[in-house]
């Protein structure tokens, strides 16, 4: 990697601002050097790279991809290089033990210093998030997409050892709500509870709607469901002239015993379940 170094250093609250930003998409962040080598690295590492934070300074960029991708990951930073940002498609990060992981990868450049923001992708690329049908409302995913992309999702994640939850969301007076709205003030509100939902999946985006006021997202276990419904409500109750708003229920799934499933049964199971829920929404 041959770049040509900028006179001037980024000022610090430009380099803290750039990685405060991608810290919000990323599963993995590193900084590096004009030759390509790792100056700094933080996020996951552990569960991607087998790795401490601390053990990659030093590290060519190039050396965390299987060989087969080694022609892509010159040319994204080349990219990166010749101007200043670049985002690619699916690489594949090598690991000592278990498959390839795939991940977007996204590079800057702030001065004479090169960032690169590596996040977890589906490994087929008709699963691809960006590539599904999604809710012109909403702005999620279907459900028909969400059970294969979701079990694929949650198998990534028990190989890296990360344990995931899945669950329900009850808008209990959505439907009353929206009747009670202007069309644009409903479709505004239904947008906002779909980008409050993707940024509480796992991956940014494994979020569903199930029914007419049911909702599901992939979380990791440790997600505070009560301040996610807690937030949702409080957009129901801003956009209400009543300021009623609506009542969220939480319910999740048994996942014990999900990471021995094949990801074939995974997906039928959490499609049965969607099927149930809608069923009882009487949407099914």
């Given at each position: 990697m041959?770049?040509?170094?900028?006179?001037?250093?980024?000022?610090?609250?430009?380099?803290?601002?750039?990685?405060?930003?991608?810290?919000?998409?990323?599963?993995?962040?590193?900084?590096?050097?004009?030759?390509?080598?790792l100056t700094f690295a933080t996020g996951a590492t552990g569960p991607f790279l087998g790795k401490s934070a601390n053990d990659l300074p030093g590290t060519n960029f190039s050396d965390l991809f299987v060989p087969e991708e080694q022609p892509d990951v010159q040319m994204f930073l080349r990219g990166v290089t010749q101007r200043g940002r670049h985002d690619t498609d699916i690489l594949k990060i090598k690991r000592s033990h278990g498959l390839p992981l795939p991940v977007m990868a996204?590079?800057?450049?702030?001065?004479?210093?090169?960032?690169?923001?590596?996040?977890?992708?589906?490994?087929?690329?008709?699963?691809?998030?960006?590539?599904?049908?999604?809710?012109?409302?909403?702005?999620?995913?279907n459900h028909e997409a969400f059970s294969?992309?979701?079990?694929?999702?949650?198998?990534?994640?028990?190989?890296?050892?990360q344990k995931t939850g899945v669950s329900v969301l009850s808008l209990e007076g959505l439907s009353d709500l929206k009747g009670r709205l202007s069309g644009p003030v409903a479709d505004h509100l239904l947008a906002r509870v779909g980008e409050t939902l993707r940024a509480n999946a796992?991956?940014?985006?494994?979020?569903?709607?199930?029914?007419?006021?049911?909702?599901?997202?992939?979380?990791?276990?440790?997600?505070?469901?009560?301040?996610?419904?807690?937030?949702?409500?409080?957009?129901?109750?801003?956009?209400?002239?009543?300021?009623?708003?609506?009542?969220?229920?939480?319910?999740?799934?048994?996942?014990?015993?999900?990471?021995?499933?094949?990801?074939?049964?995974?997906?039928?199971g959490l499609l049965?379940?969607?099927t149930n829920f809608q069923r009882e929404a009487g949407q099914g």
């Open positions: 041959n770049v040509t170094a900028a006179p001037v250093s980024p000022a610090k609250p430009d380099r803290d601002r750039f990685l405060a930003l991608s810290f919000c998409w990323a599963d993995l962040l590193f900084e590096m050097d004009e030759t390509g080598k996204a590079g800057y450049c702030l001065g004479n210093n090169f960032y690169v923001a590596l996040r977890l992708r589906s490994t087929n690329p008709n699963l691809a998030t960006d590539r599904v049908s999604r809710n012109d409302k909403t702005g999620l995913i294969e992309a979701a079990s694929q999702r949650i198998k990534q994640l028990a190989e890296m050892g796992v991956d940014g985006d494994s979020a569903t709607q199930i029914g007419d006021d049911k909702f599901t997202l992939v979380h990791q276990a440790s997600l505070d469901l009560a301040e996610l419904t807690s937030q949702i409500q409080e957009l129901a109750k801003s956009a209400d002239p009543k300021g009623a708003g609506v009542k969220v229920d939480s319910a999740s799934l048994n996942m014990e015993g999900a990471e021995s499933l094949s990801q074939e049964d995974m997906a039928k049965y379940a969607m």
